[in-house]
């Protein structure tokens, strides 16, 4: 039987290889099975501002869906009006991680949800008292007894970090452009798209952006122009993590910048170059830059479908 055009071979399957579709779902914790009432409670505590201590900022702050659920700010502005030390990371498939933040000082989404709710520079509130003003509402008090049934006292900061982190774990983006062809979709990148995938693996990028979630989640060290950030080295003290970061997702890398820990790479273009530089020790020609930027758009997936609650 003739193949149709569409799933014709290009000729490039030693490089397709090398990739991996995302999946709809990241993998989910033994210990925090996902659930519907759970991911509902999760998504309405995202959005409620008054789990901080000025009563308007939420996560949804700083992982604005309307812009790849990030800020697109090079730093992000928390209460008071403070600016932090760092650029925010997209929250789109960080159920794919191995590790949260910039540094790793978490292990998983549980860990991540509660730090920004006390950190002083982000939401600056007591969680204890987090905790009181959503038991102040008969919505949470239903949705938390539905979401943990078994519980007592169902409204408790272990409760809160696991409903948020199942809320993130429904935020992928599958179905790219580049998954389609991964998947035997031949048209769905053009010719240039493809030069960028063949150039992004010849010079070596795929070292540490590879996996579903296009990063190895470890950390390398990296000193982009502009920051004097130490990254891991705050969290375990070992003078060999010093300026290094956990690899970010590519993943809707067109849609999240600004780049780098400290946010000051404006373009993809600029934040291929400079990794180029830092990372790979080579100097891009532009047309290599351009490919691989062009291959980088192919990432962006599908946005995760779903309402803003109306909050009580």
Known sequence: MAIAPA???????????????LPHLPPIPADNSLSPAKVELGK????EPRISSSGVISCATCHNPALGWTDRIPRATGHDGQIGE??????LNSGFLGSQFWDGREPDLEGQALGPIEADVEMAMDLEQALERLDGFDVYQQKF????PDDENPINA???????????????TPNSPF????????NALDQQEKDGMVAFVDNGCIACHRGPALTDSQFHRIQVPGSTDVGRYDVTGEESDRHKFRTPTLRNVAVTYPYMNN?????????????????????????????????LHTLTGQMPDFEVPALP
Not at 145 to 148: C, E, N, R, S
Not at 158 to 172: D, G, K, Q, V, W
Not at 264 to 292: C, P, R, W
């Open 158 to 172: 272990n409760n809160l970090a696991m409903a948020i982190a199942s809320f993130e774990r429904t935020l992928n």
């Open 44 to 47: 309405f505590l995202f959005f």
């Open 145 to 148: 007894a539905a979401a943990y």
């Open 263 to 295: 946010g000051a790479t404006e373009s993809l273009e600029e934040a291929v170059a400079i990794m180029g530089q830092e990372m790979l020790g080579q100097d891009f020609e532009e047309a290599t830059i351009d490919d691989i930027t062009a291959f």
């Open 86 to 91: 760092r650029n925010t990371p997209t929250v």
């Open 179 to 186: 998954d389609r062809y991964l998947r035997g979709d031949m």
């Open 7 to 21: 799933m014709a071979d290009d000729g490039l399957g030693d490089y397709r290889d090398r990739f991996e579709p």
